[in-house]
């Protein structure tokens, strides 16, 4: 491999179609006749209202307007090709994935964000922000799961969007991933700097606040910015550059440290919660639900759900285990598991620790609060060590999210890379390490910058309302394949049919959206229309581009299908095609 060539491509990139004998020879092409299954893919993939034309969804000769271009979807035949053809290490098992989701989850939602959405939005209620937040995830996890056990490739959400809804969805989700996991580290990153504060605080250590802290703050009742008087977050700047330092050497090496700390954050909750139930005082949960103060998201109904808004961000993390599907060893039946089996574990800790907090003390001294859980104990005389517990379990489990997150974010860089849409040397894979090195650099770098300079509160809902807008089409994607693509074989599917799930999905999602504060609202789309610009004008033509190159002279087979054998220039993909 070259040193500018994407995973999986040749240096030369000029291998061609000579007959399936040859295929066997050079490793560089793949026959739908020497290959069962690959004919498989193919004929469901051809001809009807089921699978239309692969060539069709590529752009050829019946694509010839804008809109078309658009809507043009990835071949599916070419991202089960991509798996084939994938250099990255399967190396992850369910409980791998399951610990990995476990470790995104459970992290700043729970000892960070529990605090601010009780004091700021629901009150005690924000146990029920919780509930209404899990069963959007919950929704949200199915359709990830019936996804990513059909298109079992890197790039999570960017890719199904891509094989489901076209060249347009798929740029904008993938776009909206980037803020998702690039912000998503930043604010995690942020919080651990206020754990780890508040850890050497308690051994007499004060940590000098200002270089400690970002030098802009957010008032989130008068929606403003204003000024700190400190220069800059310097711990959260270097946890995010250790980290991405750790993942540069090779993700099993990750897995097994984010093992250790996930067992240690858990261990944390368990203690906490069996530790402080006996001490919750229940007058703290009266009223249950705050009467609205006028102002919609300040307490009653409306502050519920802004609080579920809030508190999403505390369930971000199941989506990133579908970002690793090129290194399970069988994804069709780990991605499921993983993935549910962390968010109900996550869902569970998240009411009882809830319940807990607000109970110990009341809603509102938690305001301005960046270390909640600690907080609550801080009070309780003969719990000193419990305190001191609690900061290191929030830093360890901080640190899992941290790397998760970081880990996630190249893998879509590196998915769209393959495509076309960004450039070539994203898809760059380390010669020994086999990770996408260049991306995990770059994604590192920009995620310290961020949690350097920029307060916790916009990040945290900039990251919820990007994370539900991916919910959306996510869901809307599941409906889409199973209308157009009926047969195709599903190791995972959602129940109660393709419809009632995931419309919920999509509904829930997008209604926490609208209840958002219309600033977070306000940068989402601000975000959105830079990628949109960078997709029409380079992402659009040479995704196009790649496309064409990578339709190489065609053969026919008896089955009246036409495989474009060998590997594109850019791609390294074989691309099924129906003649018409």
């Given at each position: 491999m070259g040193p500018s060539t994407p995973q999986g491509v040749p240096g030369d990139g000029n291998h061609s179609a000579t007959g399936s004998n040859d295929s066997a020879d050079t490793g560089s092409s793949v026959s739908v006749r020497d290959n069962p299954s690959r004919k498989s893919a193919a004929s469901l993939l051809s001809g009807g209202s089921t699978g239309g034309s692969c060539i069709d969804s590529l752009g050829g000769p019946k694509i010839k307007t804008f809109v078309g271009r658009l809507l043009k979807t990835k071949c599916m035949d070419a991202l089960l090709e991509q798996v084939a053809n994938s250099e990255l290490h399967r190396t992850l098992g369910a409980f791998d994935l399951t610990l990995l989701g476990v470790g995104e989850i459970v992290g700043t939602g729970i000892f960070v964000l529990t605090g601010?959405?009780?004091?700021?939005?629901?009150?005690?209620?924000?146990?029920?922000?919780?509930?209404?937040?899990?069963?959007?995830s919950m929704f949200a996890a199915l359709c990830y799961s019936e996804l990513a056990s059909i298109i079992p490739v890197a790039g999570s959400a960017y890719t199904y969007s891509y094989a489901t809804l076209g060249s347009f969805v798929g740029w904008t989700i993938g776009w909206d991933l980037c803020l998702e996991y690039l912000v998503g580290a930043a604010t995690v990153s942020v919080g651990w700097s206020a754990y780890l504060r508040s850890f050497l605080a308690s051994v007499g250590y004060d940590m000098p606040t200002k270089w400690s802290r970002s030098p802009v703050g957010w008032d989130v009742h008068r929606e403003a910015f204003y000024v700190t008087g400190d220069y800059v977050d310097l711990p959260a700047m270097a946890i995010a550059l250790v980290m991405t330092g750790l993942l540069v050497f090779g993700i099993k090496e990750s897995a097994r440290i984010n093992a250790v700390i996930v067992a240690i954050k858990l261990s944390v909750i368990v203690i906490f919660i069996c530790a402080m139930g006996p001490h919750v005082d229940r007058s703290n949960w009266e009223p249950f639900v705050p009467p609205n103060e006028g102002t919609f998201g300040r307490y009653g109904i409306s502050g519920i759900f802004q609080g579920a808004s809030v508190v999403f961000f505390s369930?971000?993390?199941?989506?990133?285990?579908?970002?690793c599907a090129q290194e399970c060893k069988k994804p069709e039946r780990d991605l499921p598991i993983g993935t549910l089996s962390s968010l109900a574990i996550c869902t569970t800790l998240y009411i009882l620790v809830a319940l807990i907090a607000t109970g110990l003390l009341p809603y509102y001294e938690f305001k301005g609060i960046a270390h909640p859980i600690s907080y609550a104990v801080e009070g309780i005389e003969g719990y000193e060590w419990l305190e001191m517990v609690i900061n290191i379990g929030a830093i360890a489990g901080l640190t899992s999210v941290i790397l998760v997150s970081l880990m996630s974010q190249p893998r879509i860089f590196y998915a769209m890379a393959v495509d076309g849409f960004v450039p070539a040397f994203a898809a760059k894979v380390h010669p020994r390490y086999k990770t996408p090195w260049v991306t995990t650099i770059i994604t590192g770098a920009l995620c310290a910058l961020c949690a350097g300079i920029l307060p916790i509160e916009v990040l945290s809902e900039l990251t919820s309302v990007g994370t539900l807008f991916a919910f959306v089409l996510v869901c809307i994607g599941v409906s889409v394949l199973r209308y157009r693509?009926?047969?195709?074989?599903?190791?995972?599917?959602?129940?109660?049919?393709?419809?009632?799930?995931?419309?919920?999905?999509?509904?829930?999602?997008?209604?926490?959206?609208?209840?958002?504060?219309?600033?977070?609202i306000y940068r989402l789309m601000v975000w959105m229309a830079i990628g949109w610009i960078i997709y029409f004008v380079w992402g659009l033509e040479n995704s196009q581009k790649v496309m064409e190159r990578t339709i190489l002279p065609n053969r026919e087979h008896d089955d009246g299908n036409t495989l474009n054998e060998g590997?594109?220039?850019?791609?390294?993909?074989?691309?099924?095609t129906t003649d018409s």
């Open positions: 601010t959405a009780a004091a700021n939005h629901a009150g005690p209620a924000v146990v029920l922000s919780f509930v209404i937040a899990g069963i959007a369930y971000i993390g199941f989506d990133s285990v579908s970002c693509r009926p047969n195709l074989e599903r190791k995972f599917q959602v129940p109660f049919g393709p419809w009632l799930i995931p419309g919920l999905g999509a509904s829930i999602s997008f209604l926490l959206i609208c209840t958002s504060s219309t600033h977070t590997r594109g220039a850019e791609t390294g993909v074989a691309m099924v």
